[in-house]
């Protein structure tokens, strides 16, 4: 980006446009209000200053009236506009069905993002434009923020959760990705691009990618490099609940809860298994805490997402 | 017995039979209802203290005071349990980095 | 003009009901104190129901039964003590101070037993928390908060138990200004204030979970 | 009430009442207590300003090459820390109010004198803790302090700062409890609740705030350092405990400290306004009704901060109409002051200057607080510059200005002495355009995508960069000569007479400085607040 004046950021997303419009609108709302009470300002000080002939005989120092106007009068703006800002954040907030899954581990000072088919990249992320990306984040210690000024998107990512995040880009190009919750020493370095591209550049990227295993694949391989399997395989002896397709299923608990099986839940067993135990199963799974990291976590939830189909597909698979 | 002092051993005996039924009715198995007995009784207590011992019925601008303050406390359950209420992800559990820097 | 206070009242008592209702103010900002304690438990309890339950279990209620006993029949013994001092009955108000302090100390005898034999349970949410049961991270949350809340309430019971053992002692000498009336009030409203936290303390921190809900 | 110009004789001054150092520092007298607190005040002030001339003399190059990236973090914690703790929230209820309050109400000191000394040894020894933490090693977390980093991960004196607030935080509850017990119990004859001056509803309020926020900060840092020392806590993800638990309970007091520091600045202006337009205050009674609401509207907004932190939308969606609620109290209160100045009789000294420019100020700053929040514009918006400029306008614009009027319009009656006139227009004029050349292209910064606590930053926010710098040169002068010419006067202004500004209001019935003990006798009040006449042309000229 050349170093010139840059008063607006391009906009480059569905939710930039909406929000352009809502920050125009609010702009020249506000910039009138303060005109007005600017302007009143300087006329009473000019007109009313001292020594100037005015009649001031019996100025009202209340008025019923005109007080409940404008207090009134403010409060249906201010309502107009919170249903507006409201609308549009809730579009934010519900992340449409078919969006293309990202998965972002946010660490101190960088960002490490992996797509569906095992491609990754540290503080780049590669999109295809007009189509959604959803984006599942996690921290591996403090607060860090995923923050695009030219999409208009901000979302906190927290330790111990993930936090979900969407925008469709519209317009190809390169952008600037911040951090922008306060994360330690190099929090202003903690920078990134995003890189928008047509859906064919991007196919073509993602593939000429250097050649590894799908994530569900790589999944898979630590499910048996941890000895999952050894208990949770097919064959195994052990009566421990079968995975295959375990993602999204309701599962009845030991405590008579029964909850959907979503990425926390499952997150959850890997690490604190004792927490919620499957009904008809005893606790006695060890806790991975500590051991697997966040970014081999995701494969593992991806492998139990696409379960039989990574097993034995050996060539590339393309989301 | 000076009419005083019968006052409180009253408002004594009152506290002392009623910790006995908080502490029998914790026992019920009545779920959620548990809860609710305990803290009703509790509740019971504290306005015995406040209102015999305390002298609470005294002075209005000392329950103007307790007034506000209750008011102000339950604003932090009420809007912050609004927000743990409807957040829709459980924290997930989470594990800290293999190499822990403790200051 | 030296740099005594201006006595801003006019007569003894509107001094009184100022002293009363600012010390009534300060319960408040201490009721608030307490929140975030309580506000934390009761995140704990949403989310970690069931481990709070268990976690609860472990406390034991015998002594906490105890402890509510003692600490309702002190402020009952301090209400007497300050209605026997503003009857200008000294001697029995003396004693009766002294009553609600040893009622003091029990509380904290058999609070310091319940930390001894926690402690060696290895209950303490410290490195050396060990919990066999399911879910411990949440049972340590559980102990964390059952330590700090009742570690802040003896704190606040030791500022009170000093109070009474000062006055006692100058009402003992016969230091009647010092021991006056209104003072000795204060100090009740002050104790049976803590007593109050305790009477919630009871409930949430030893009933949850009994009737293993 | 009697009018009395004449000069006051050596003894009966509050300020010749006992020059040695002892009687200073053992004094019961609210007015020296006072003093003591804005000498304090001052020095807590040039230090957390000298932090932010080194920010923003950094920040006038993208790269990170006057201070290193630690320094940075240190310099902005630092100024966050001084600035909010040890000079917004004590200075008007503390410095001005003490002094002022007991006079207005016409009592002879506060109720609890002994607890007001005691309050400004607690805010004292506190501050100096913390500024010494601050300088020999400082830290690096915000004054913000956000888990898990200010507990696990930051290897700063974070416990020792924490130490401190948490002491200056009991100082704030002492003022407040000896405010609201001396306005209950200690108003003169006559003086019923609305005929109080709005400064002194302004710091009733204030301390309805401090008294029930300021023990939840309390607690909350003592859990900071808890997790941070033993490792065991609420707000560590690994133990169970989740961090947006801390911003919660942080916020549920930051948010009402901000009112803690705006609402006394309104009261201020609320004084100025109609003194120097020599008319009664427009709406008194919805003035004061809106001084309340404000207050308690204040504790139910805090989600505000948290709109992006992964707090649920449900519950966003029930901060940010609540927002726009507590806007509207402070939206009457400007029309207010504007209806006020309507059939004036406007003159335009130092402190009629401070007091329009906090309208201006307070005005944009308010409004742009509705744009924050407002929910989608303040995803964008958030953590940038955009934040930075809206608070800074409130605190700067607002509650700085409101200060220096105040203490231009109440000098001759603490001091006894005038200051220069001139000096003081000319200081007004030079800090109203040094802070909107600071501060504005900050708006602009933010809305084109710089975020907070930046070290190092792309080169395309250069300009507005070096825009903000420069204006900041500006404001730092423009606070500089105030301490000039006032510390001139307090040597060889010249005497003050009772009543220099013709104003009404019982502090200014007694003599200047007054004595000891306020009043020879407590006055009788008899009428409504701010008995001007702008249509009585002013015959004698002032004193």
New interface residues.
């Given amino acids: 980006?050349?170093?010139?004046?840059?008063?607006?950021?391009p906009s480059a997303s569905t939710?930039a446009t909406?929000?352009d419009r809502?920050?125009l609108a609010?702009?020249l709302l506000?910039s009138t209000?303060?005109i007005i009470?600017?302007a009143?300002?300087v006329v009473?000080?000019i007109r009313?200053?001292?020594?100037a002939r005015?009649p001031?005989?019996n100025?009202?120092?209340?008025?019923r009236r005109?007080?409940l106007i404008?207090?009134t009068g403010?409060?249906l703006v201010?309502?107009g506009?919170?249903a507006?800002?409201?609308h549009?954040?809730?579009e934010?907030?519900r992340v449409p069905a078919d969006a293309m899954p990202v998965f972002v581990v946010a660490k101190?000072w960088m960002w490490k993002l992996e797509h569906a088919n095992g491609r990754r990249e540290i503080s780049e992320l590669h999109v295809p434009v007009g189509r959604p990306v959803r984006l599942t984040m996690t921290s591996q210690?403090?607060?860090h923020?995923f923050?695009v000024?030219?999409f208009?998107?901000?979302?906190?990512v927290?330790?111990?959760?993930y936090?979900t995040l969407w925008f469709e880009a519209t317009q190809t190009g390169e952008y600037?990705l911040?951090?922008?919750?306060?994360?330690?020493?190099?929090?202003?370095?903690m920078r990134g691009r995003i890189v928008v591209m047509s859906p064919a550049d991007f196919a073509a990227w993602l593939d000429r990618g250097t050649q590894q295993p799908s994530m569900a694949q790589r999944g898979f391989a630590l499910f048996r490099s941890y000895g999952c399997d050894g208990c949770h395989g097919a064959n195994s002896s052990v009566h421990a609940p079968k995975l295959d397709g375990v993602a999204g299923r309701t599962v009845a608990l030991a405590d008579g809860r029964n909850i959907t099986a979503d990425d926390t839940y499952l997150r959850d067993s890997i690490l604190l298994p004792a927490r919620d135990v499957v009904a008809g199963y005893a606790p006695i799974m060890p806790s991975y805490a500590g051991q697997i990291d966040e970014a081999d976590l995701m494969a593992i939830i991806r492998y139990l997402h696409e379960g039989a189909a990574a097993q034995g597909d050996e060539d590339e698979q393309r989301h | 017995m000076h009419r005083n002092t019968r006052r409180i051993v009253l408002a004594w005996s009152a506290l002392l039979l009623l910790l006995a039924a908080t502490c029998a009715s914790a026992w019920l198995p009545i779920g959620v209802w548990n809860g609710v007995v305990n803290l009703g009784i509790a509740a019971l207590k504290a306005a015995i203290v406040a209102a015999v011992f305390m002298h609470l019925g005294a002075s209005s601008?000392a329950r103007a005071c307790v007034g506000?303050?209750l008011f102000?406390l339950l604003?932090?359950f009420a809007?912050?349990g609004?927000?743990?209420?409807?957040?829709?992800l459980h924290?997930a559990?989470?594990?800290?980095p293999p190499t822990?820097?403790?200051? | 003009?030296?740099?005594?206070?201006?006595?801003?009242?006019d007569d003894v008592r509107?001094r009184a009901?100022?002293d009363t209702?600012?010390l009534w103010?300060?319960l408040?900002?201490?009721l608030?104190?307490?929140?975030?304690?309580l506000?934390?438990y009761w995140?704990?309890r949403v989310?970690?129901a069931h481990a709070f339950a268990v976690a609860s279990r472990h406390t034991d209620v015998t002594l906490g039964t105890l402890n509510t006993a003692l600490l309702l029949s002190s402020s009952a013994a301090m209400a007497a003590a300050v209605a026997a001092r503003v009857r200008r009955a000294t001697r029995v108000a003396t004693g009766l101070l002294l009553i609600t302090f040893l009622l003091g100390c029990a509380f904290l005898v058999v609070k310091g037993l319940e930390y001894r034999s926690e402690w060696h349970e290895h209950l303490f949410?410290?490195?050396g928390f060990a919990f066999a049961g399911e879910d411990a991270?949440?049972v340590?949350?559980f102990y964390?908060?059952y330590f700090?809340l009742t570690a802040v309430h003896a704190l606040h019971l030791i500022v009170g138990m000093t109070l009474l053992a000062v006055f006692a002692i100058a009402l003992w000498r016969g230091a009647d200004e010092f021991g006056a009336p209104r003072r000795i009030e204060l100090a009740g409203l002050y104790w049976h204030f803590v007593d109050i936290v305790w009477i919630f303390l009871y409930p949430l921190l030893y009933l949850l979970g009994r009737s293993g809900a | 009430m009697s009018n009395g110009t004449e000069r006051v004789t050596e003894a009966d001054n509050y300020l010749a009442?006992?020059t040695t150092l002892r009687?200073w520092l053992?004094?019961?007298?609210h007015k020296r207590i006072a003093l003591l607190y804005m000498i304090s005040i001052t020095a807590f002030f040039f230090i957390g300003g000298a932090a932010a001339v080194l920010m923003r003399f950094e920040l006038a190059t993208p790269a990170?090459d006057l201070v290193s990236?630690?320094t940075y973090?240190k310099l902005f914690t630092m100024h966050g820390v001084i600035m909010v703790w040890m000079f917004l929230i004590p200075s008007i209820p503390a410095g001005l109010g003490n002094f002022l309050m007991?006079m207005m109400i016409g009592?002879?000191?506060?109720?609890?004198?002994?607890l007001n000394l005691l309050s400004w040894y607690l805010y004292v020894g506190g501050g100096l803790f913390t500024v010494v933490a601050l300088i020999a090693g400082g830290a690096?977390?915000?004054w913000?302090f956000?888990a898990?980093?200010s507990t696990?991960?930051?290897?700063t004196h974070v416990i020792f700062v924490l130490f401190g607030v948490f002491v200056v935080g009991f100082s704030s509850?002492l003022t407040?409890?000896?405010f609201?017990?001396?306005v209950?119990?200690?108003r003169a004859p006559g003086l019923t609740w609305f005929r109080l001056p709005l400064f002194v509803w302004a710091n009733y309020a204030t301390s309805?705030i401090l008294?029930?926020?300021?023990?939840?900060l309390?607690?909350?840092l003592l859990?900071l350092a808890?997790e941070?020392l033993?490792?065991?806590?609420?707000f560590d993800?690994?133990?169970?405990?989740?961090?947006?638990?801390f911003q919660?309970?942080f916020w549920?007091y930051s948010h009402p400290a901000v009112y803690i520091m705006v609402l006394p600045a309104m009261g201020v202006v609320s004084e100025i306004v109609p003194c120097f337009?020599?008319?009664?205050?427009?709406?008194?009674?919805?003035m004061a009704y809106a001084i309340l609401a404000i207050a308690i509207i204040g504790?139910?907004v805090?989600?505000h901060h948290?709109?992006?932190?992964?707090?649920?939308?449900?519950?966003?969606?029930?901060?940010?109409?609540l927002s726009?609620?507590v806007?509207?109290p402070s939206?009457?209160k400007?029309?207010?002051w504007?209806?006020t100045?309507?059939?004036?009789?406007?003159?335009?000294a130092a402190p009629m200057l401070y007091a329009?420019g906090f309208?201006?100020l307070f005005?944009?700053g308010g409004?742009?607080g509705?744009?924050l929040?407002?929910?989608?514009?303040d995803?964008?918006l958030?953590?940038?510059y955009f934040v930075v400029a809206h608070f800074h306008y409130i605190m700067v614009g607002g509650a700085v200005m409101a200060y220096l009027g105040g203490v231009h319009f109440w000098w001759p009656k603490i001091i006894g002495r005038t200051y220069p006139e001139m000096w003081g227009r000319i200081a007004a004029l030079i800090a109203f355009f040094g802070f909107n050349l600071t501060f504005f292209p900050q708006f602009?910064l933010g809305?084109?995508?710089m975020?907070?606590?930046?070290?190092?930053?792309?080169?395309?926010?250069?300009?507005?960069h070096v825009l903000s710098s420069a204006g900041a040169s500006i404001l730092a002068i423009g606070y500089l000569l105030p301490l000039g010419y006032l510390t001139w006067s307090l040597f060889r202004g010249p005497r003050a007479s009772s009543n220099p500004w013709r104003a009404t209001g019982l502090e200014w019935t007694t003599s200047s400085p007054p004595p000891?003990?306020n009043f020879a006798q407590t006055p009788i009040v008899t009428e409504e607040a701010y008995a001007y006449d702008?249509?009585a042309d002013?015959k004698e000229s002032r004193a």
């Fill in positions: 980006m050349s170093g010139e004046l840059l008063l607006f950021p939710a909406h929000l809502l920050m609010l702009t506000m209000v303060i009470v600017g009143l300002l009473f000080c009313y200053r001292r020594g005015m001031r005989a100025a009202p120092s209340r008025s005109i007080e404008w207090s403010p409060l201010f309502l506009i919170y507006w800002a409201a549009d954040f809730l934010l907030a101190q210690d403090v607060i923020s923050y000024p030219a208009r998107i901000k979302q906190d927290v330790p111990g959760r936090t600037d911040f951090c922008a919750e306060y994360c330690g020493t190099q929090h202003s370095l | 601008a506000v303050a102000v604003l932090i809007l912050a609004s927000d743990y209420a409807t957040r829709d924290p559990a989470w594990q800290p822990r820097t403790m200051p | 003009m030296n740099a005594a206070a201006a006595e801003p009242f509107q009901r100022a209702f600012g103010i300060f408040m900002t201490e608030m104190f307490f929140g975030p304690l506000f934390g995140f704990g989310e970690y949410p410290g490195a991270a949440a340590r949350y964390f908060l700090a | 009442a006992g009687s053992t004094t019961h007298d990170g990236h630690d973090n007991p009592a002879r000191d506060l109720a609890f004198p002994r690096d977390t915000g913000t956000y898990p980093f696990l991960f930051s290897n509850i407040g409890i000896n609201i017990v001396t209950h119990m200690l309805i008294v029930l926020a300021t023990p939840v309390a607690m909350t859990l808890a941070r033993l490792g065991v806590g609420i993800p690994a133990l169970g405990g989740d961090p947006l638990l919660h309970l549920f337009a020599r008319k009664r205050v427009y709406g008194y009674r919805s504790f139910m805090w989600g948290m709109f992006v932190s992964g707090q649920s939308a449900y519950a966003s969606l029930l901060f940010s109409l726009f609620l806007a509207i939206a009457i400007v029309f207010n504007l209806a100045l309507k059939g004036g009789s406007i003159e335009f329009l309208i201006g005005t944009l409004l742009t509705l744009i929040a407002s929910l989608s514009a995803v964008h958030t953590d940038t602009l809305y084109a995508g975020p907070r606590r930046y070290h190092v930053y792309p080169e395309r926010y250069q300009l507005l000891p003990h702008s249509s002013p």
